[in-house]
């Protein structure tokens, strides 16, 4: 297509003034890079646009001409003074403004002929710039309590819009009071290039707490992140209104240790001169805080003071506790008692609190403190008490050894496992360990371990003969001995069969003498009954009485009674 002719783009022209503009629509630029303005917001549809031109307002209401851009040609730039160079056409027919500088926020349209239709879109376009930096500078060396003292003046340079300057201690925001906190900013324009330089005056009448406080300020531009300078702190000067005296030691303080005690006033500078009052004595220390005591005792405890030394009204007191304890056990080391003998033991605590006392015996733990009324050979053994007294603890400990001539508490006897021989036991008691020996020779089966003064001692023996067989034990002291009666194997054989025989003899005795009885106890009845017959014919013939008869009759029957108990028996 040919470039339309002069006449034409007129007409256009003169009935681009009569077409509808689209309400302005505001495009924020950063300074220095490349802003885009959008035409209609992007919804330009290229194969329906005959002609798209891009112009600004010079002021005044003159327009100036920047690009014009024909349906299937390229673009023509007519952009002169300071666009020149600097604008180009986006493919979605954004103009596209490079360097963009504070001068730039102005007005920019874009006229689109499509058919027969013309509008334009007019665009406000606005510059922002974050400060260049943010520091503070003249700080302040220190601060004093109570006392309005310029801190710092905080500087943003070179911003548009002017940064506005927010004070922040601790990260939380300052607040001008007109008494504690006061705040002045003021701003400065640049004549080239039009940003602003921010400045902010922070006085503040300090705190105690404000010993460690960070300040800093910071500022937010409209289009950008927040800005925050570096943290400054400040020296907070004050004098001492509280003094406090620190015990610095073990924690348990014993016997032997060192202890510190040191001065903590709230004063700032600190003062670097105390007194130290040390049970009646008063020690001055300079450019220190602090006095070590060395190698403490018992009688270091006590109260103890520090003071100033330009004001000793001002004082701090603390108390300090040296544990001690010491432990004397009566008697101790090695101890030898008879069997049967006693023991007293006498254990002396001499302590600063409260103590805990512990027996064992050969490394286990007794419930109680041993006492021995009566020792036993049981009794011997290693015994330790522990006192403790927190983490403190001592320790004593004896060795009893009871000793006595051996007694022999049982001698048994038993089959063998196998019955083939008979085994002998001889269990003995004494200390020390006591020999054992047998009146026979036998084979050693089994000998118990020495425990608490006991011993048992076993041999196997196959005895040919009845024997009377002794077990002797003996140490040092003295000595026992015990007899068994040991029978044969032949003899008890023998007596196991008479045994037998006898029982078997006895048997068939009892067994004849029962059925002689029963036989005895038939007979008479028998007689009996013949008898009573004959009485009663011959009573029938003579006509005699029966008394007579019946006290035949009775006795018959209480012999007959009497032999058959002897049956039953």
Not at 43 to 52: E, M
Not at 221 to 250: D, H, R, W
Not at 302 to 326: H, N, R
Not at 472 to 480: A, K, M, R
């Amino acid at each position: 297509m040919h470039l339309l002719s002069a006449s034409c783009v007129s007409a256009l022209l003169v009935t681009a003034f009569l077409c509808q503009v689209s309400g302005l629509e505001t495009v924020i630029g950063l300074y220095g890079e490349t802003l885009e303005i959008p035409c209609n917001n992007g919804a330009i549809k290229a194969d329906d646009v005959l002609i798209l031109k891009w112009k600004y307002d010079k002021g005044e209401g003159l327009p100036g001409d920047l690009l014009v851009k024909q349906k299937n040609q390229n673009v023509s730039i007519s952009a002169t003074d300071e666009y020149k160079g600097r604008v180009s056409l986006a493919a979605n027919s954004s103009l596209l403004l490079s360097a963009a500088t504070l001068s730039d926020q102005r007005t920019f349209t874009c006229m689109v002929v499509a058919g027969a239709d013309i509008a334009e879109f007019p665009v406000t376009v606005v510059i922002n710039k974050m400060p260049a930096e943010l520091e503070i500078y003249d700080k302040a060396e220190e601060l004093e309590i109570g006392k309005l003292t310029k801190l710092g003046t905080c500087v943003a340079k070179d911003a548009n819009p002017a940064a506005n300057i927010t004070w922040l201690k601790n990260n939380k925001p300052l607040v001008a009071d007109g008494e504690g906190v006061s705040i002045q900013a003021s701003f400065v324009a640049d004549p080239a290039t039009g940003l602003v330089t921010t400045t902010s005056i922070l006085e503040y009448s300090a705190e105690k707490e404000d010993r460690d406080a960070q300040f800093t300020c910071s500022t937010q531009q409209t289009a950008g992140a927040e800005l925050v300078s570096s943290p400054v702190t400040f020296s907070i000067t004050y004098s001492t209104e509280n003094i406090a005296l620190k015990v610095i030691a073990q924690d348990l303080l014993v016997e032997g240790d060192n202890v510190t005690l040191k001065c903590v006033a709230d004063g700032n500078p600190a003062p670097t001169s105390f007194n130290f009052h040390l049970k009646g004595e008063v020690v001055q220390v300079e450019n220190t805080d602090s006095y070590t005591i060395m190698k403490v005792s018992r009688n270091s405890s006590g109260e103890y003071k520090c003071s100033l030394v330009d004001d000793p009204t001002m004082e701090a007191t603390d108390d300090i506790i040296v544990q001690y304890l010491d432990i004397n056990l009566s008697p101790s080391g090695d101890i030898v008692r008879s069997a049967g003998g006693t023991l007293d033991l006498n254990l002396e605590i001499d302590a600063s609190g409260d103590t805990k006392v512990s027996w064992t015996k050969d490394n286990v733990k007794l419930d109680k403190e041993p006492k021995f009324s009566k020792v036993t050979y049981a009794d011997s053994g290693r015994y330790e008490c522990e006192v403790t007294l927190g983490l403190l603890s001592r320790k004593a400990s004896f060795e009893l050894a009871v000793k006595g001539a051996p007694v022999i508490k049982h001698l048994t006897k038993r089959r063998g496992d196998d019955g083939k021989h008979k085994v002998l036991i001889c269990e003995a008691e004494g200390s020390p360990k006591p020999a054992v020996s047998w009146s026979i020779n036998g084979t050693l089966q089994d000998e118990s371990p020495f425990v608490n003064g006991k011993i048992t001692h076993k041999i196997q023996v196959v005895p040919h003969a009845n024997l009377t067989v002794s077990c002797t034990v003996s140490n040092e002291f003295g000595g026992d001995t015990r007899a068994i009666n040991v029978s044969s194997f032949n003899e008890e054989v023998r007596m196991d069969k008479q045994d037998s025989s006898d029982g078997g003899d006895q048997t068939k005795l009892v067994v004849g003498v029962v059925v002689g009885l029963l036989v005895a106890t038939i007979v008479i009845g028998l007689a009996y009954g013949v008898y009573a017959k004959k009485s009663k014919q011959g009573s029938w013939k003579t006509g005699e009485k029966e008394d007579g008869s019946s006290e035949e009759e009775k006795k018959l029957e209480e012999k007959v009674e009497e032999n058959n108990q002897k049956a039953e028996v």
